[in-house]
């Protein structure tokens, strides 16, 4: 059950993406009336698991997609539609059970494509990364290979997550290199076909694990973070906002809307000011009284 203080954090930041959906409206309205074209957004959700008793509740999100925006696979390019569009692509990382059982048929259903991040090492088995039995995905099992296939011959995208779920800054590069390698021929190796989506484990990036990511040939990464601009439908290096069927209805809306594009400013923010703070040992060390 969340906190007063995790309650009260989901408000502020609902509040903030109001405010900023409601600017961006007003820019997009001006745009329009002086004739300047209006970029489409490109809206990536990160899903992990999806209980049984969440079932209903993610139903109604796949509702409130279709009519706010349009849903499209992880590798999307805008090509010749035009802009001003709102496009949102439905991915899971991990690769759990549940997804398949109270997701997928929902999906299937409604025609909303979906992409499917897992790590090879636990087909079949058990998230052992997952240390915490308190974690709501502790007990989860993971996909198996029948699975996968099963999967793709129903238009699920299938990307790869690493071969062990490390985060790969904090391997060296020569190991950070063979989990995009090994993990891709894997896959590869199941679907029969070329794999070039990659989701980062724990969103863990920097510019040395996005070179290897290009070099192992991979045509898109995605992070656990939005991008401030998700105006570049066809860049290499694509944010997502991190969703649950928990979200709140109006929670849900503005995340698929792009309204939480604000985030990774405040993030930044937030290092820049602790690392002001660091100069002056004094005012920390008052800040964590």
């Known amino acids: 059950m969340a906190s007063l203080t995790e309650i009260f954090l989901r408000v502020v930041k609902l509040c903030i993406a109001t405010l900023f959906l409601v600017f961006k409206s007003a820019q ?5 009336l002086v004739g300047r074209p209006i970029p489409s957004n490109f809206v990536v959700l990160m899903y992990h698991s999806i209980k049984r008793a969440e079932r209903e509740r993610f139903a ?14 992880a590798d999307f390019t805008e090509g010749k539609t035009g802009w001003d ?7 899971f990382d991990d690769g759990y059970q549940s997804v398949l059982e109270n997701a997928i048929p929902i999906l299937l259903e409604k025609r909303i494509p979906a992409t499917i991040f897992v790590p090879t090492k636990y087909l079949g ?21 029948n699975d996968l296939k099963s999967l793709r011959k129903n238009g699920v995208f299938i990307g790869s997550h690493s071969v062990t779920h490390r985060p790969l800054t904090e391997l060296s590069q020569d190991e950070a290199f063979a989990e995009l390698i090994e993990s891709r021929e894997v896959l590869e190796r199941i679907l029969g076909e070329k794999v070039g989506l990659f989701a980062l484990p ?9 070179r290897l990511s290009r070099k192992a040939g991979y045509e898109r990464v995605f992070l656990s973070d939005p991008l401030y601009s998700s105006g570049n439908i066809e860049g ?8 649950s069927p928990g ?34 040992p004094f005012v920390m060390a008052r800040t964590q009284e």
């Open 28 to 32: 997009t309205a001006f745009f329009r």
């Open 60 to 73: 109604r999100q796949m509702d409130q997609l279709v009519k706010l925006a349009d849903p499209v696979h």
């Open 85 to 91: 569009r709102n496009y949102v692509a439905v991915t």
């Open 125 to 145: 088995g058990r998230p052992t990364w997952i240390t915490d039995q308190k974690h709501r995905n502790a007990s989860e099992k993971l996909l198996s290979i």
């Open 202 to 210: 724990y969103g863990s990036s920097s510019p040395d694990v996005l």
């Open 236 to 243: 290499h290096v694509r944010g997502r906002i991190d969703v």
């Open 247 to 280: 979200d709140w209805s109006l929670e849900f809306r503005l995340k698929i809307r792009d309204a939480y594009q604000w985030l990774p400013l405040a993030i930044a923010a937030k290092s820049r000011v602790i690392d002001l703070l660091r100069k002056f």
